[in-house]
């Protein structure tokens, strides 16, 4: 059942000011000194919000679409476009005719996710329910174009050059690598299925002789790190303790046994970054997740859920008490782009405290599933670069995190819909565009 909404009081616009300036602050490497506000502020946003923040309506009234560096950018909470977006006064002065504080609060904050009762079967907001689907912007990072006004309106006050920040020298952005272990030992089971349905005997007898006799095809976390490591990169396994299915969903399909905490501690010993994948159930019940933590051979400071199944009205408020020190599940299953408009990492609003929460969340953007999967996108192979060349080029623009998740079993030569030569067209992209390879650990420490 869906947790009732606590009891939280209306967010203030001081709040909501706080909130989106400290990520303003972190998305560039130095920000001067300037008063950003509503009122006698040296850069002045008109305040549109009314009385929206006062209650609990999931969705704010449709967008203003206005121009910014060539796109066309929604603006929740904004007058009539009948006034220019960005108005540089003579006197040292701007006034910004857009309450982009309280339009970027609402997407960073996950508003809509937290008043929303919808929930698919997975327990997770759908993104069918969401403004970036109601609305045609998920592949483009809003908050950012937002930041960029903002930006603009510093430069002009002060006389002095924003830089974005940099996750290292001279790369434009950065690029998390991550693979998701849900199986290890289940590669022959869809071919025996497929040898029993059309009845060959013989072929779903091959299948058996294979699986009790040889290495299963997904056994293969060595060959996922050197794919990895042959671009300069290191990989983030997130491995998952829970071998028992909940509610018919499975969990794992292996044990965490001594053989296998061998070969995790021997990724962690090479500097791939081992964390935890917590099971399903976990994102509301902090015993559990708790438990689980410490079921890993290696510390687990970061994880994301299995099924990126995350319930707002409980989730952030378990990471913080628990100490974690990052998450990275909040992505759509169903698209790739920016859940939460935004394509750098951000503290996460806990609406129970009215503050940011302590640890940091990097952001999804793309996972193998997504691509190709029945319920999702059905992309042919030589349609999945085309369609993420936009947003990988939306995060070069800001010099955001790309996060990529690739499960181990994609990287099995017999899948070619989303497999290890898809999986290689993207790396390469993300090389030959000059990416800084970087694992959560780094991003953490550089925010």
């Not at 950065?174 to 590669?187: G, K, P, Q, R, Y």
């Not at 491995?239 to 794992?252: D, K, M, Q, R």
Request: proline content about 7%.
């Amino acid at each position: 059942m869906l947790p009732p909404l606590p009891a939280t009081a209306p967010i203030s616009a001081e709040t909501r000011l706080t909130y989106v300036l400290r990520h303003f602050g972190q998305a560039y490497a130095a920000v001067p000194a300037v008063s950003i506000g509503y009122r006698d502020a040296q850069i002045q946003v008109t305040e549109a919000a009314g009385q929206f923040f006062s209650q609990t309506n999931p969705y704010p009234p449709e967008p203003v679409w206005r121009e910014w560096l060539g796109q066309q950018i929604p603006f929740f909470f904004s007058p009539a476009a009948d006034q220019p977006l960005l108005e540089l006064l003579p006197d040292g002065r701007a006034h910004i005719h857009a309450d982009l504080i309280s339009a970027a609060f609402y997407l960073l904050s996950g508003w809509q996710e937290y008043f929303s009762d919808e929930r698919d079967h997975h327990g997770r907001f759908p993104f069918t329910a969401s403004v970036q689907h109601r609305y045609g912007f998920v592949a483009v990072p809003v908050v950012n174009y937002y930041f960029d006004i903002l930006k603009t309106a510093v430069e002009h006050v002060t006389g002095q050059h924003c830089q974005p920040r940099q996750w290292a020298a001279d790369a434009p952005f950065a690029a998390f690598i991550t693979h998701d272990i849900d199986n290890l030992h289940s590669a022959w089971k869809a071919p025996a299925k497929a040898a029993l349905k059309r009845r060959d005997v013989v072929g779903f007898g091959r299948q058996l002789w294979q699986h009790f006799t040889q290495s299963d095809a997904w056994d293969n976390l060595a060959l996922v790190r050197q794919t990895v490591a042959e671009y300069g990169a290191k990989s983030t396994f997130f491995f998952l303790p829970n071998h028992l299915p909940t509610n018919s969903t499975p969990n794992a399909d292996y044990r965490l046994t001594t053989e296998l905490k061998t070969q995790i501690q021997a990724l962690a010993a090479a500097g791939d970054e081992i964390q935890l994948h917590g099971s399903i159930g976990t994102s509301g019940h902090g015993l559990r997740l708790k438990r689980e933590q410490h079921l890993l051979p290696i510390t687990a400071s970061g994880l994301r859920f299995h099924y990126l199944i995350w319930e707002p009205r409980l989730t952030p408020i378990l990471l913080d008490s628990l100490r974690f020190t990052y998450d990275t599940t909040l992505g759509f299953a169903e698209h790739f782009g920016f859940r939460h408009s935004y394509c750098h990492p951000f503290h996460p609003f806990d609406f129970t405290q009215s503050r940011a929460t302590d640890f940091l969340e990097i952001p999804l953007n793309v996972m193998d599933a997504t691509l190709y999967h029945p319920n999702y996108l059905q992309l042919a192979p030589d349609e999945i670069l085309p369609a993420l060349q936009p947003m990988f080029g939306e995060i070069e623009r800001f010099g955001g995190v790309c996060t990529v998740l690739w499960h181990n079993e994609n990287f099995d030569p017999a899948n070619l819909h989303n497999g290890p030569q898809q999986f290689h067209i993207i790396m390469d992209y993300l090389r030959s565009r000059k990416t800084a390879f970087v694992n959560g650990r780094e991003i953490c420490c550089r925010l």
